[in-house]
C-alpha cells in the first residue's frame, strides 16, 4: 500500500511538473490577461441608501450589474465553492487534482465527465469568451487563471465571477439572476435559491426556469445532492431547500422613480451609478399610493406627489405620475415640472406679505363681502359671504374676497417678484402683468416650486434649491428669502389649524389645499417640522374634471403620505420672540380691522366710478388769448352711484351733483387733481397739466 502511494504521489508530482511547464510554455504566447476594466456594466440609479431604484441594460441589451462579495449571502459561496471549487482560496488558479480527476473520467468514460475548471478558469473564459471547447482553449484558461491570480486577491476574482456568470437569456452576474428570479437582491438568499444560482451558470440555456422549470429543478437538486454526499450540509438542510419553489417565470427589473432616473442619466449619460437623495422603501409606497387612487378617480386622471426634507432641501420621493406606463394617463410626463394653475395654494405667500409688512396679523379682522377692483369682482368658492371674520379664518378657510383685498395692499408685481426672489417661478399668460387674479390662481406654477415654496415656510421664511443627486445639498447657494420669519410663522401657526379632510387628525400638519379654474388641478402641499409634501391631481392633458376639488381629492392623499413617511410627525418650530400673541381686542388699534381698497358696491350696483376725460397724466391746452380767462374745460364721468361730487384741487365744484358732464375752468398753467366721488364713497382721481 505504501509502495503505492508513493508512486500515486509520483505520478502526481510528475503530472504537475509536465502540467505547470506546458503552461510556462504557453504563457509567453499570450499578451496580458484582460481584468474586466473594458466591461460595460448596467448603469444603475440608487436611493440614498444605495438601495436599487432602478436599473439600465447595456447598450447590446444585457442586464450585468456589478456586485462585490460583501453585497452576497455568506450561504450561496458555501454551495458555490462547496459544488465548483472546493480548494478555491488555496490553489493558484489551477487545481491539479481537479485537473487529473477531469482527465482520468475522460478516458474511461470516453467523455467529458467534468471539466476540472476552477472558479478562476471559468472567470478567465469569460473574461475572454470563446465557443470552442479543445485543449488549446482549456491551456490558454489555465494560463489565464494563474495571471489572475498573481494580479488579483481571491475575493477580487469571486468579484469578477458575480458580476460576469450567465444565467439565461441576458442575464448576466448574480445580482441581476436574483433580481429577476427571485424579486430581491441576492444580500439574502434562502437555501434553495442560492442552489439554483450556483446550477444555472453550467447552462444557462438549457436551465432557464422560465423556459424550462422541470430541468433547472432538477439542477438544483443535483447541486444540493451532491452538497450532501460530500457533507457540507444535512439530510435536513437538503429536504427544506429542495421543498423550496423554483420560479416559472422572470420578473421586471427593479422601476422605482422612473421620472428622476430618466432625468439623472439624460443629464449624466457616461456615469455609471448615481446616487440620489430619495428613500426606496417610501419611494415605492408612495408610488404604490399614486396608482391606487388615481385608479379609484377614473381612467383618465393622474396624480404627482413631491417630498423633500427641507431643512436641506434634497428629495426623499418624486412620484411624477400615477403609472409611468400608462399612456392614457401620459404615465412618461412629469407632472411634478409641468406647469398648471395652482388654485387657492399661493394664499399663504399673500397673508404672510401681509404680516411682513405689518397691516395684519392672524387676530385682525377683515371682510368678506362683495367688493370691486375696477371691473373685477372677486367670488368666493361656493358664491356665497361670510361678513367679518379674522384672518386667521379667511386663510383656513381659503376664502376669495380677503385674500385679494390683502393682494390688493401688497401690490401684485411685488408678490409675484417676492415669489420668484424664493425660487417660485410664476408663468403668467402671455402679455399679461401680475394682477389680483394670481390670489386665486391666474398663474402657472410647478409642484416642484410650489413645494420649495412651502418648504420655506417650514424654514422659518428663507428657501433652498431641492436636489436629488447625492452630494448636491452640500454645494447648494445660500437661502434666498421668502419672507420674515415672524410672517412664515405665522402662516404656519394658520395653516396647522386648517380643518383636516375626513378621517383624519388635525393640528399635526400644517396644509393649504387649491382647485383651479374649471376643476382642471387639485392640489393640497403641507409641511411638519422635517418635511414638506405637495400632491396634484389631474389630468395631463388639462382637461376639467368636474368634481376634482383639492379638499376632496388631494388632501387625503397628503396625510396618508406622511403616515406612509415611517417617521411620527415633527412639531413646527417655535415662535419668534417677535411675535405677537393677543386677541383682536388686545391688538394696537390698526391692527385690529383690515379696510380693503375696493369698492363695496349696493346690490345690483352698475359699473364702477371712473373718471372718462380728461385721462390721468394728461396735457390740455389753454385755450384762452393772452390776459383773458381760460376756456372751461370739460370733465367726463361714468358709473358710480349718484348724487356725485367734484373737487378740483381739494375745491368742491358746484353745479355737478347730478351730471355725467361737468364743466371747470382752471386757473392757469400748472398741474391740476381732479376727483369725484359718489354716495357710496367710491372716488376716483386723475392729475392733468395745463399748459
Given amino acids: 500500500m505504501r509502495t503505492a502511494a508513493i508512486k500515486a504521489a509520483i505520478v502526481f508530482a510528475g503530472s504537475a511538473l509536465s502540467l505547470a511547464g506546458l503552461l510556462a510554455g504557453y504563457a509567453h504566447r499570450l499578451g496580458p490577461a484582460p481584468l474586466g476594466e473594458t466591461m460595460q456594466f448596467s448603469t ?64 474511461g468514460n470516453r467523455r467529458i465527465v467534468s471539466g476540472g475548471s476552477t472558479i478562476t478558469m471559468q472567470v478567465a473564459r469569460l473574461l475572454e469568451p470563446r465557443t470552442e471547447r479543445s485543449l488549446a482553449a482549456k491551456l490558454r484558461q489555465m494560463v489565464r487563471a494563474v495571471e489572475l491570480e498573481r494580479r488579483l486577491s481571491k475575493d477580487e476574482i469571486l468579484n469578477l465571477y458575480l458580476s460576469l456568470a450567465p444565467f439565461g437569456g441576458n442575464i448576466e452576474g448574480i445580482r441581476a439572476a436574483s433580481l429577476v428570479y427571485f424579486g430581491h437582491e441576492p444580500r439574502r438568499l434562502t437555501l434553495g435559491e442560492a442552489a439554483l444560482l450556483v446550477a444555472l451558470p453550467q447552462s444557462p440555456e438549457a436551465r432557464r426556469p422560465d423556459r424550462s422549470h ?51 442619466v439624460a443629464a449624466a449619460p457616461d456615469v455609471r451609478l448615481h446616487r440620489t437623495t430619495l428613500e426606496a422603501t417610501w419611494q415605492k409606497s408612495l408610488e404604490e399610493l399614486a396608482r391606487d387612487r388615481a385608479r379609484s378617480f377614473g381612467p383618465d386622471i393622474s396624480v404627482a ?103 390688493d395692499r401688497v401690490g401684485a408685481s411685488r408678490f409675484a417678484a417676492r415669489l420668484a426672489q424664493g425660487g417660485g417661478t410664476l408663468v403668467l399668460p402671455k402679455g399679461e402683468a401680475p394682477g389680483l387674479a394670481m390670489a386665486l390662481g391666474g398663474v402657472g406654477i410647478t409642484l416642484e416650486d410650489l413645494v420649495t415654496l412651502y418648504a420655506g415656510l417650514a424654514r422659518g ?56 379654474y374649471g376643476y382642471r388641478d387639485a392640489w393640497a402641499v403641507g409641511f411638519d417640522g422635517r418635511t414638506t409634501i405637495g400632491v396634484w391631481v389631474g389630468r395631463a392633458d388639462g382637461a376639467p374634471m368636474p368634481g376634482l376639488i383639492g379638499r376632496g381629492v388631494a388632501a387625503p392623499i397628503l396625510f396618508d403620505a406622511f403616515a406612509r413617511s415611517g417617521k411620527l410627525i415633527a412639531p413646527l418650530a417655535h415662535a419668534p420672540k417677535t411675535a405677537i400673541f393677543a386677541t383682536n ?107
Avoid: C
Fill in 461 to 516: 421664511g428663507s428657501t433652498v434649491p431641492l436636489s436629488e443627486r447625492q452630494g448636491e445639498s452640500t454645494r447648494a447657494p445660500q437661502p434666498r428669502r421668502l419672507l420674515e420669519p415672524v410672517a412664515a410663522w405665522y402662516v404656519g401657526n394658520v395653516l396647522i389649524g386648517t380643518p383636516p379632510p375626513e378621517n383624519a387628525v388635525g393640528h399635526r400638519i400644517a396644509f393649504k389645499t387649491g382647485t383651479s
Fill in 305 to 407: 406627489i413631491l417630498a423633500v426634507d427641507h431643512a436641506t432641501g434634497e428629495v426623499r420621493a418624486r412620484v411624477g405620475s400615477s403609472d409611468y406606463f400608462d399612456l392614457r394617463r401620459a404615465g412618461q410626463v412629469d407632472m411634478t415640472k409641468a406647469i398648471r394653475s395652482p388654485g387657492s395654494t399661493l394664499k399663504p405667500f399673500i397673508y404672510g406679505l401681509g404680516f411682513e409688512d405689518g397691516f395684519i396679523h392672524p387676530e385682525t379682522l377683515i371682510e368678506d363681502r362683495p367688493v370691486r377692483y375696477g371691473v373685477y369682482a372677486p367670488e368666493n368658492f361656493d358664491l356665497s359671504f361670510q361678513g367679518t371674520v379674522s384672518v386667521r379664518h379667511a386663510l383656513q378657510m381659503s376664502l376669495n374676497v380677503p385674500a385679494v383685498a390683502v393682494l
Fill in 44 to 107: 444603475l440609479v440608487v436611493d440614498r441608501e444605495g438601495r436599487l431604484l432602478r436599473a439600465f441594460a447595456t447598450t447590446d441589451g444585457r442586464w450585468r450589474l456589478p456586485v462585490r462579495v460583501d453585497g452576497v449571502d455568506p450561504r450561496y459561496f458555501e454551495v458555490l465553492l462547496g459544488y465548483e471549487d472546493q480548494r478555491f482560496r488555496s490553489h493558484h488558479g489551477v487545481d491539479p487534482l481537479a485537473t487529473l480527476r477531469a482527465m482520468g473520467q475522460l478516458v
Fill in 214 to 264: 422541470d430541468v433547472a429543478k432538477k439542477a438544483r437538486d443535483r447541486v444540493l445532492d451532491r452538497l450532501q454526499n460530500e457533507g457540507i450540509l444535512s439530510a435536513a438542510e437538503v429536504a427544506h431547500a429542495k421543498a423550496e419553489p423554483v420560479p416559472a417565470a422572470r420578473r421586471p427589473m427593479p422601476m422605482l422613480a422612473p421620472h428622476v432616473a430618466d432625468a439623472m
Fill in 585 to 691: 381686542a388686545k391688538l394696537p388699534l390698526p391692527l385690529q380691522r383690515f379696510r380693503p381698497g375696493g369698492v363695496l358696491p349696493s346690490e345690483g350696483a352698475g359699473p364702477p366710478l371712473k373718471i372718462v376725460f380728461p385721462p390721468n397724466g394728461a396735457r390740455l391746452e389753454l385755450a384762452a388769448a393772452p390776459g383773458q380767462p381760460a376756456e372751461p374745460v370739460m370733465l367726463k364721468i361714468a358709473g358710480g352711484t349718484q348724487p356725485l361730487s367734484v373737487l378740483v384741487n381739494g375745491v368742491p365744484l358746484a353745479g355737478g351733483a347730478d351730471r355725467r358732464k361737468v364743466f371747470f375752468s382752471p386757473d392757469g398753467p400748472g398741474f391740476v387733481r381732479l376727483t369725484v366721488t359718489d354716495a357710496k364713497g367710491a372716488a376716483d382721481s386723475v392729475v392733468v397739466r395745463m399748459q
